[in-house]
């Protein structure tokens, strides 16, 4: 497991660690997939404090826990964004669809 | 006159995802010389990133290639970035650059070239169908001169 996962009841808080490339994506989407399904959660956080480098293939992760969060009625809030995954969930318009916090 | 170079490299790979890794980090390490600021250095790091891992994922979807990545360094601060592969080209170049566009799965975003094309000064895209795709971005890096010691 590459998501240490954190929380009680229904509320998770997933930390994602390490670069998150197309190289990684897979596997994390996968996990995430297993956590929500298994937990079914009502409000998901992602800490991205421990991510050292993001790209457009971390925007497919974080989007696809967004959706489906929402397909179960649930809140994703993404929390600890470091500088640089910032800049490129920014530049793919994703602060317009959940806050990114610091 | 085009001004010649200060200093080139020049990486060939294969197409497999490890070395994502691998070409942006090589990327870093060569633009350090220029003392670049850690925001230059990431948004480097980052158009690097999706331009290889487009020729890993698109340019050969069912085989491994090669990859070729030149930088160079400019006497006015700029770096170049050519990324280049021999896979199957592009149709649309400017279809492929329009933000959310993806030929991929429900993996794949659509916005490499839009990350790209905000992160770098100038992003050059050429294309043939059947005979590969080259990408070359530049970015003029800020004067350090001025910079308190
Ligand atoms: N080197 C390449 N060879 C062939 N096709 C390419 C290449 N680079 C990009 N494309 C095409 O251009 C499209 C858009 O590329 P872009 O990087 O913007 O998005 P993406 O790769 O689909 O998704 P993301 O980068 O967000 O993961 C791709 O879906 C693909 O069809
Ligand atoms: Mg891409």
Same mark, same amino acid.
């Given at each position: 497991?590459?998501?240490?996962?954190?929380?009680?009841?229904?509320?998770?808080?997933?930390?994602? &660690? *390490?670069?998150?490339?197309?190289? #990684? =994506?897979?596997?994390? !989407? @996968? $996990? %995430?997939?297993?956590?929500?399904?298994?937990?079914?959660?009502?409000?998901?956080?992602?800490?991205?404090?421990?991510?050292?480098?993001?790209?457009? &293939? *971390?925007?497919?992760?974080?989007? #696809? =826990?967004?959706?489906? !969060? @929402? $397909? %179960?009625?649930?809140?994703?809030?993404?929390?600890?964004?470091?500088?640089?995954?910032?800049?490129?969930?920014?530049?793919?318009?994703?602060?317009?669809?959940?806050?990114?916090?610091? | 006159?085009?001004?010649?170079?200060?200093?080139?490299?020049?990486?060939?790979?294969?197409?497999?995802?490890?070395?994502?890794?691998?070409?942006?980090?090589?990327?870093?390490?060569?633009?350090?010389?220029?003392?670049?600021?850690?925001?230059?250095?990431?948004?480097?790091?980052?158009?690097?990133?999706?331009?290889?891992?487009?020729?890993?994922?698109?340019?050969?979807?069912?085989?491994?290639?090669?990859?070729?990545?030149?930088?160079?360094?400019?006497?006015?601060?700029?770096?170049?970035?050519?990324?280049?592969?021999?896979?199957?080209?592009?149709?649309?170049?400017?279809?492929?650059?329009?933000?959310?566009?993806?030929?991929?799965?429900?993996?794949?975003?659509?916005?490499?070239?839009?990350?790209?094309?905000?992160?770098?000064?100038?992003?050059?895209?050429?294309?043939?169908?059947?005979?590969?795709?080259?990408?070359?971005?530049?970015?003029?890096?800020?004067?350090?001169?001025?910079?308190?010691?």
């Amino acid at each position: 497991m590459s998501i240490a996962c954190t929380g009680e009841g229904r509320t998770l808080r997933a930390a994602l &660690s *390490g670069e998150v490339d197309h190289h #990684r =994506a897979r596997a994390l !989407m @996968g $996990e %995430l997939d297993t956590l929500i399904e298994s937990a079914l959660p009502r409000s998901l956080t992602l800490d991205l404090s421990g991510v050292t480098f993001m790209d457009s &293939s *971390g925007i497919a992760v974080v989007l #696809r =826990a967004w959706r489906r !969060m @929402g $397909e %179960l009625g649930g809140v994703l809030r993404v929390s600890g964004v470091p500088a640089q995954a910032g800049k490129v969930l920014r530049a793919a318009g994703l602060d317009r669809l959940f806050a990114l916090e610091d | 006159m085009k001004q010649q170079p200060g200093n080139e490299v020049l990486l060939r790979f294969l197409s497999r995802s490890a070395n994502e890794g691998f070409a942006r980090t090589a990327a870093a390490c060569f633009v350090a010389q220029l003392d670049p600021t850690l925001e230059e250095v990431n948004d480097i790091k980052t158009a690097v990133s999706e331009a290889v891992t487009n020729c890993i994922v698109h340019a050969y979807p069912n085989c491994l290639g090669p990859v070729q990545m030149r930088l160079r360094l400019f006497e006015d601060r700029t770096v170049e970035v050519v990324v280049k592969d021999s896979g199957v080209g592009i149709a649309d170049i400017e279809q492929a650059r329009t933000p959310l566009f993806t030929t991929g799965n429900g993996e794949r975003s659509g916005m490499g070239f839009t990350i790209m094309e905000s992160f770098m000064d100038q992003v050059k895209v050429r294309s043939r169908l059947g005979k590969g795709t080259t990408v070359v971005m530049r970015r003029r890096l800020s004067s350090r001169a001025a910079a308190p010691v």
